[in-house]
């Protein structure tokens, strides 16, 4: 029998009841109460005005770079710092410090699931919490002691019950960082469209658990370094995507490539900024590492060596204004300076596809939405 609110009336109603027709008349009342339930749990749709009655509100992380309950990467080549730069923000949400100039709107716990770079970890974090005068036994920033394997279910719940142990007492994650994704990937391949899918619905699984943001740092493409390593499953199931590029003069550039419910935020310019430990190596001397420091766009100057389609490309890109070009413009008039030495036009699309590609690769040129932007620089032809 279930518990009950009655009215006034509905008590007195009982009060002539025998003891059979009340539990009769409860149970039409909890079949009633049961079917109600039902209807508002089952599979249903809403009209439209409905659904636009009010406006859903963004639930901002660091506003406009990262929002709450997404799933979001950060990848490059080799030594581009994409773990120094995922460290540096995950320490900023933990610490509620200002991320290069951005506040971060939901402070709170973060956990780093490291796979790699054990060694220098610590280095890191030290050197960012020196050079932010903040005290680390203050901070909410939790670094896992081996990768996880989130293709194995039961590694998946080891995670979830270290994070709950550590959730007790200092609240679930707003961020859980996951570097690199090989490292954490598990028994399977990236490469494969299926591993690639449980791998997401592993992350998805920790994600809807917390309703908190996953950051995956992962390595850029083998050969074909303007995108992400592996299946493309990942890309399509992405809500943020950010591209990190070491320059020739040794800045960093960070560009988004996928926003899928915002538009793409500014590109932001980064260098490597050396610090001294208190720390002393077997010799004496101080250990070191850096931080990552924002700089303006007009500090990122470097002479870049360019010839044939790059040359081309670049020359065409700057042209057309160099600021906010749009790709069929800029394709078009790459193919009438001659890019490529053919009329096939399928010879000119690859030709200013791999000149693209390359100018990327230095730094010189970034996309958002479809329009693009060149990165003023000094031009040699000779390499």
Request: charged residues 30%; glycine residues 8%.
């Given at each position: 029998?279930?518990?009950?609110?009655?009215?006034?009336?509905?008590?007195?109603?009982?009060?002539?009841?025998?003891?059979?027709?009340?539990?009769?008349?409860?149970?039409?009342?909890?079949?009633?109460?049961?079917?109600?339930?039902?209807?508002?749990?089952?599979?249903?749709?809403?009209?439209?005005?409905?659904?636009?009655?009010?406006?859903?509100?963004?639930?901002?992380?660091?506003?406009?770079?990262?929002?709450?309950?997404?799933?979001?990467?950060?990848?490059?080549?080799?030594?581009?710092?994409?773990?120094?730069?995922?460290?540096?923000?995950?320490?900023?949400?933990?610490?509620?410090?200002?991320?290069?100039?951005?506040?971060?709107?939901?402070?709170?716990?973060?956990?780093?699931?490291?796979?790699?770079?054990?060694?220098?970890?610590?280095?890191?974090?030290?050197?960012?919490?020196?050079?932010?005068?903040?005290?680390?036994?203050?901070?909410?920033?939790?670094?896992?002691?081996?990768?996880?394997?989130?293709?194995?279910?039961?590694?998946?719940?080891?995670?979830?019950?270290?994070?709950?142990?550590?959730?007790?007492?200092?609240?679930?994650?707003?961020?859980?960082?996951?570097?690199?994704?090989?490292?954490?990937?598990?028994?399977?391949?990236?490469?494969?469209?299926?591993?690639?899918?449980?791998?997401?619905?592993?992350?998805?699984?920790?994600?809807?658990?917390?309703?908190?943001?996953?950051?995956?740092?992962?390595?850029?493409?083998?050969?074909?370094?303007?995108?992400?390593?592996?299946?493309?499953?990942?890309?399509?199931?992405?809500?943020?995507?950010?591209?990190?590029?070491?320059?020739?003069?040794?800045?960093?550039?960070?560009?988004?490539?996928?926003?899928?419910?915002?538009?793409?935020?500014?590109?932001?310019?980064?260098?490597?900024?050396?610090?001294?430990?208190?720390?002393?190596?077997?010799?004496?001397?101080?250990?070191?590492?850096?931080?990552?420091?924002?700089?303006?766009?007009?500090?990122?100057?470097?002479?870049?060596?360019?010839?044939?389609?790059?040359?081309?490309?670049?020359?065409?890109?700057?042209?057309?204004?160099?600021?906010?070009?749009?790709?069929?413009?800029?394709?078009?008039?790459?193919?009438?300076?001659?890019?490529?030495?053919?009329?096939?036009?399928?010879?000119?699309?690859?030709?200013?596809?791999?000149?693209?590609?390359e100018l990327q690769d230095h730094g010189l040129v970034s996309a958002r939405n479809d329009l693009w932007w060149a990165r003023k620089a000094d031009i040699r032809t000779n390499e």
């Open positions: 029998m279930i518990a009950q609110t009655l009215s006034a009336e509905q008590l007195n109603e009982f009060e002539q009841m025998n003891s059979e027709d009340m539990e009769e008349r409860l149970a039409i009342m909890s079949e009633g109460t049961a079917t109600a339930k039902e209807k508002i749990n089952r599979f249903h749709f809403l009209s439209a005005d409905e659904l636009c009655l009010e406006r859903k509100k963004a639930d901002w992380l660091v506003k406009p770079y990262l929002d709450r309950d997404t799933l979001g990467t950060i990848f490059g080549d080799a030594g581009s710092g994409k773990s120094f730069l995922a460290t540096d923000l995950g320490l900023c949400v933990a610490s509620n410090h200002q991320w290069h100039g951005f506040q971060i709107n939901q402070p709170g716990t973060v956990f780093y699931i490291a796979g790699e770079g054990f060694g220098g970890l610590n280095r890191r974090i030290k050197a960012w919490a020196d050079k932010h005068e903040c005290e680390l036994a203050k901070i909410p920033f939790y670094v896992s002691d081996r990768p996880a394997r989130i293709l194995d279910p039961a590694s998946v719940q080891e995670v979830q019950q270290a994070i709950d142990e550590l959730s007790e007492r200092h609240g679930n994650p707003v961020l859980i960082i996951v570097d690199t994704l090989n490292r954490n990937f598990g028994p399977g391949d990236e490469n494969s469209t299926g591993d690639m899918t449980r791998f997401i619905s592993g992350l998805d699984e920790i994600r809807v658990r917390y309703k908190c943001t996953i950051l995956i740092v992962h390595h850029s493409g083998l050969t074909a370094t303007d995108r992400a390593r592996g299946a493309s499953a990942l890309r399509a199931a992405l809500d943020w995507e950010y591209r990190l590029t070491k320059n020739a003069d040794g800045t960093r550039t960070l560009t988004c490539t996928k926003a899928k419910d915002y538009g793409e935020p500014e590109p932001l310019n980064f260098e490597m900024e050396a610090v001294d430990l208190e720390w002393l190596d077997d010799e004496g001397e101080p250990v070191t590492s850096c931080i990552m420091r924002r700089i303006d766009a007009s500090e990122v100057h470097e002479t870049v060596a360019l010839r044939g389609t790059k040359r081309i490309a670049y020359d065409c890109l700057i042209k057309l204004g160099g600021e906010g070009v749009d790709v069929d413009e800029w394709r078009l008039a790459c193919y009438t300076a001659g890019i490529s030495p053919t009329s096939s036009t399928e010879a000119k699309r690859k030709a200013f596809k791999r000149a693209v590609s």
